[in-house]
């Protein structure tokens, strides 16, 4: 029989009242043996909806016969998604060919650019994707993405009006079960399924990472109010995947407010970390760690884990590691840092004049980069490309085939030495110890002067801190703060410390 905290009590005595409930989960503070409890206590019938199907094969060994554990994809394709069998299983093509194929075969000129028919085709299916995740009933001008160097107002409006009359058609063509131009996701028969207003039948619905609930899933999740008890269950300071258009739901959500707080993963000394970070981030709980637990924070020398802030930054430490004759895995594998290798290797080659319709990288990011030396004017000398200044620097500085190379070393994380990982990627993962990497920058300085005449930084930002506090619970036993190391002396951080600066000594 499993002792339950006082947390975990008062979760199950809301949950037989029968209202809806939210319940904000740290790191670590045991959500799914809370969610299991409450399932085993009842009779009634549950359904568990997880963030993947990794999550959901797991839940379904410890969750009750009475509850079914599925992913919100399973549960549309069971109701719609199988009639689109036949086009799921259809070969990959280039967006290009698909472009042509709906008639999009020609380039536009948008201001000083000339925007070809391969990048309006990739904008086309990013449109839709968007749309995808959106709770929007129909395509709007909002669901077309900007492209980089086209940031201008008008540049933009310019763009949509030429690429939204395609992904309509795009959308149109999605409707057909039987064949089509365009290659059919699983996000399009989710969304098919949302915009028929679907009734999921149980007694009782629990939603796993709410946080990073998508707005088509939550606007399913919240129609089943009338009928279903509602069990939201994430943690809003983990919310970190607005840029792709999830957002937390749970700060908006009509239900009966709890907390789990009591991290099962660290001790003391770590929750006042991660404390630090959920007060800048002025998130709803704060974390208390096992007495029993001992975790020390301080330099590691060998950890089994490297965390950094962009896919740059992971390869950057993959690079490094493998130089000092380590063995190393990369979490979610090297395909997209060779994508971004090989299109600036395209890039560096001048594909733009080898091809007889002026083809650059096809790469979104890289697109309408004329050659590798315009990018590098542009990430140093324009704000709107600082991000892309790692990339270039670190292509400078090892070249595109030491990076192709590194790839092609990594080794499977049952045997590797350390693992890197971004650290959206290490969401729901834990490792003993964890190194943070170099790649989080500090706020900027203002023009501002504290008494000691010292510039006073900028206030760290909500995202930045939602980031590093799901960085710094990676660890279990060791964490070394490494690139987050500033915040013992930026003012945010002096202000929610519980033990200063000595924490940096192990």
Known sequence: ?????????????????????????????????????????????????AFNKVIARDAAARFPHTVRCTTAHATAYAAVGHRYASRLNSPRQPAWRIGEGLGLNRSVRIGDHTISHRTLSHTMLRTVARFCHSADRVLSDHHVPPLRRLESQSSHSELVGFVLPFAAQAWSDLQNTEKGVVRFEHDHYLKIWSLRHPRIEADFLMLDEAQDTNPVLEQVFASQRDHAQLVMVGDSAQAIYGWRGAR?????????????????????????????????????????GTDTITTDIGTVTHPKAVLSRTNVGAMAEVMRLLAENHSVALVGGGQTLRALALAA????????????????????????????????DYAAYDPAGKDLQPLVDLIDQHGTEAILNAVDRLSDESCADVTVSTAHKAKGREWSSV???????????TDELDDQGHPIPEPVRDADARLAYVAVTRARLQLDLGGLSWIDDHPGGRQHSSHGCDEREV
């Open 248 to 288: 937390d739901v749970m700060s908006r959500f009509d239900g009966v407010p709890l907390t789990l707080t009591r991290s099962f993963r660290f001790g003391p000394h770590l929750a006042d970390q991660a404390n630090r970070w959920l007060a800048i981030a002025d998130a709803p709980i704060r974390l208390s």
């Open 1 to 49: 029989m499993t002792t339950l905290t006082d947390e975990q009590t008062a979760a199950a005595d809301a949950f037989h009242t029968g209202h809806h409930l939210v319940i904000q989960a740290g790191a670590g503070t045991g959500k799914t043996t809370t969610l299991v409890q409450l399932a085993a206590s009842t009779e009634r019938r549950g359904r568990y909806l």
């Open 435 to 445: 190194r943070i990497a170099d790649d989080f920058p500090p706020p900027k300085d």
């Open 345 to 376: 290797r395209d890039l560096k080659e001048g594909r733009r004049t080898a091809h007889p319709e002026g083809r650059r990288t096809a790469h979104p990011e890289l697109v309408l980069f004329a050659s590798w030396g315009d990018l590098q």
